[in-house]
C-alpha cells in the first residue's frame, strides 16, 4: 500500500520560472493538504484541497501560487514566477477524511530558486 | 486565535536520559484534535499520535508517552532513556486549522 508520493523530490529553478509540484495521496484519500517548510522553520499551512474543489486557501500567498486536485491524476501546486524566497521544503499530506483523521505526508519536494 | 506553542527551540541530552517535550495550544473550539509528529534528519515527516479533547487519558507508546492536560491547554511529549536515533525535530499540531508549532529538536549525543 503506496504511501503519498510526491515528485519531484528536488527541483532547481531560476528565478522567474514556473515550479510544478506533484502529490499523489495515499489509495483511498481524497483530502490532500499543502505544506511550506522554510529552512530551519515549522510547517505553514498553505491550501486544503477535496477532489476538484478547493476548500481552504487561507495559508496560500494572493499572487503567483495556485493548487489544483481534478478528478484524475495527482494533486499541483504551481508556483508561477518564482523568487529566491519561494525555496523551501514543500510537504503534502492525505488524509482519510477531514478534520480529525490523521495526516500522512509525503517525502516532501525541496524547491531551490538560483 | 488559534495557535500552537513550542517554547524549547533546541533541546540536546545524552542518551538514557528522559525528556520532555512541550506543547501549548490556544483554541476557541470545544472539539479539537492534536497532534505529534516527527522529522528525523532524513526530512520525512512521521505520524506519532492523535488525541481528541474529549480524551485526557495519558498515553503510553513503548518509550513515548503524551500528557493531555486541558486545563492548562498542554499536551506534553517525554520519551523515556532516549536513543539516538530519536534525534529529530518534533511538532506538535492543532489539526482543526492546520496550525503546527515551530517544532522542537531534539539531539540525543551516544
Request: charge should be neutral; charged fraction near 25%.
Amino acid at each position: 500500500n503506496a504511501g503519498v508520493m510526491q515528485n519531484p523530490r528536488h527541483l532547481v529553478r531560476r528565478r522567474g520560472q514556473e515550479a510544478r509540484l506533484r502529490c499523489s495521496p495515499m489509495k483511498g484519500h481524497s483530502h490532500v493538504y499543502w505544506y511550506r517548510q522554510l529552512p530551519e522553520e515549522g510547517l505553514k499551512f498553505m491550501v486544503y484541497l477535496q477532489k476538484e474543489n478547493i476548500i481552504d486557501e487561507s495559508g496560500m500567498p494572493k499572487e503567483r501560487f495556485s493548487a489544483e486536485f481534478p478528478k484524475e491524476g495527482p494533486s499541483i501546486l504551481r508556483i508561477q514566477q518564482v523568487v529566491r524566497g519561494d525555496s523551501a521544503a514543500y510537504f503534502c499530506a492525505s488524509s482519510l477524511e477531514e478534520g480529525a483523521y490523521e495526516q500522512y505526508f509525503g517525502p516532501g519536494t525541496r524547491l531551490t530558486v538560483t | 486565535a488559534q495557535k500552537v506553542t513550542q517554547a524549547q527551540t533546541e533541546i540536546s541530552v545524552v542518551e538514557k536520559e528522559d525528556v520532555t517535550l512541550d506543547c501549548v495550544y490556544e483554541t476557541r473550539d470545544t472539539t479539537y484534535y492534536l497532534f505529534w509528529y516527527k522529522q528525523p534528519p532524513s526530512g520525512e515527516l512521521v505520524f506519532l499520535i492523535r488525541r481528541n479533547s474529549f480524551d485526557e487519558q495519558n498515553e503510553i507508546s513503548g518509550r513515548y508517552s503524551w500528557n493531555f492536560q486541558k486545563s492548562t491547554s498542554s499536551f506534553n511529549f517525554t520519551i523515556t532513556a532516549s536513543q539516538v536515533v530519536d534525534s529529530a525535530v518534533y511538532f506538535c499540531a492543532l489539526v482543526n486549522d492546520m496550525r503546527f508549532g515551530a517544532g522542537t529538536r531534539l539531539t540525543v549525543k551516544p
